[in-house]
């Protein structure tokens, strides 16, 4: 659809604007009308995100955005970051565009840590694995992409991805409260330790169905078997609507869940079900099938009311999105995009519904000097300020770049395998060298556990919008 000439509906509220005292709107300045107008539209959209990067300047961090909060350093966790460079690695394998790459490389080898597993020290301490699964899962997506190779005497996307995989396998980070599941965070220090969670899992799962594919390693497939089965019988996949929740606690054996719905967990684990789809055959491939039919619809009905990208537990309510959440969009059409080159049969129902999201994402990019800074609601049609909900913009900003260059999607070479021209060399015992805080931070004193049961009950007293933050830590 041409989006390039100005519809009916647009004519009639720029003729009453002008013809009143209403300020007069800017004009739409993102076109996606042809592939041209998209990788052009792309190009401009990366380029003000890197606005907000400052990982590259003299005597700052690589790899993340401004941030954390906790240190008043700005608004956005060390996971974002990770995120960040996944979307970088998407929009140059989308639209070939390699202005990035070397920033996008400098900032994911800067953060590997110093046993290649993305622990690094300055963030161990406040580690959920869903931080680290973020940054895993983007080394991943470097190696299906065929982003250009470290240098040889650096980590490889695969083996960080490998290290990240087996240091979440590890029998450290696995218990039997709950019938298994891994927790939220890694140090039992954190508030949240007691929280065992979708994204961890969806992460954890997700690396594990993509590795599966990659490798042909069928250790990989059996976790992500066994992650699947697990949210599933917990019940944070709800067994008959497929709607997809939050968490629970360990101490009500994780029945007490939090039924707050985001997308990107939904998002998560119907693209990593697209993996073990594509990877899987026969009968086991008609079970996978079935999940995907079902998260769809799930999402579809949850998260995109019009075809747009909707945040359904906090967009309601200005200011109740936090700023991790502010990003989720994104990562959704990303995921759902992908999904479509592995599992094709979706392309029909996934694709119109990517393109009308972006058409409403680029709508609303009519803010700031420029007058194209994006806000984070699509569906409103109008630009707000992200100031409404206290960030500088940056999630917004990568949520449109992520749902415009994924339009290009089936120009994209579909992921890479280790059989079909990957070139990323892997380690599968990367991470072995690794180690858990939970050794160095000492034992859990009485203390510990009545504080963070008392933030728990705080914050299951809040409000909704306030839940599924990533790496708060306890105690800064
Ligand atoms: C950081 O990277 C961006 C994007 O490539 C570039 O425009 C900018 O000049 C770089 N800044 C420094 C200080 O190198
Ligand atoms: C850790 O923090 C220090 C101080 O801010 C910084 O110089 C260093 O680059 C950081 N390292 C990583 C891997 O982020
Ligand atoms: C905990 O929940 C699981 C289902 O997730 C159930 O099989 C198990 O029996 C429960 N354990 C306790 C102690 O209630
Ligand atoms: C698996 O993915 C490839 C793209 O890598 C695709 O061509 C193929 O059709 C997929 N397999 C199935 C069964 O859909
Ligand atoms: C693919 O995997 C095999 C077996 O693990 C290995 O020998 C080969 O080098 C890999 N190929 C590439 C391109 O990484
Ligand atoms: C498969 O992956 C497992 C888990 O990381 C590893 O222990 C094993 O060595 C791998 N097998 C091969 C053939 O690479």
New binding site residues.
Partial sequence: MLSSTMSPARWFTVALAAGSSLPLANAQYYKIGTKDEIKESARTLAYDLMLFYEGNKTGQVPGILPGPPTEHKGDYYWWEGGAMMGTYIDYWHLTRDPSYNHVIMEGMLHQTGPNADYMPPNHTASLGNDDQGFWGMSAMLAAENKFPNPPDDKPQWLALAQGVFNTQAHPDRHDNTCNGGLRWQVPPTNMGYNYKNTIANACFFNLGARLARY?QNETYATWANKQWDWLWSVGYIDNEEYRVYDGGHVEHNCTDINKAQFSYNAALLLHGCAFMYNYTEGAARDVWKDRIDKLLVGIKRDFFPENIAYELPCEGRKGACTADMLSFKGYVHRWLAVATQVAPFTRDEILPMLRTSTEAAVKQCTGGDTGRRCGFYWSEGVFVDPAVDKTSGAGEQMSVLAAVSSLLIEDADPPAT??TG?????DPNAGSRSRDTIDTLGPITTADRAGAAILTILVLGSSIGMWSWMSISLGD
């Fill in positions: 490798t280790n059989l990957g070139i990323s060399r892997g």
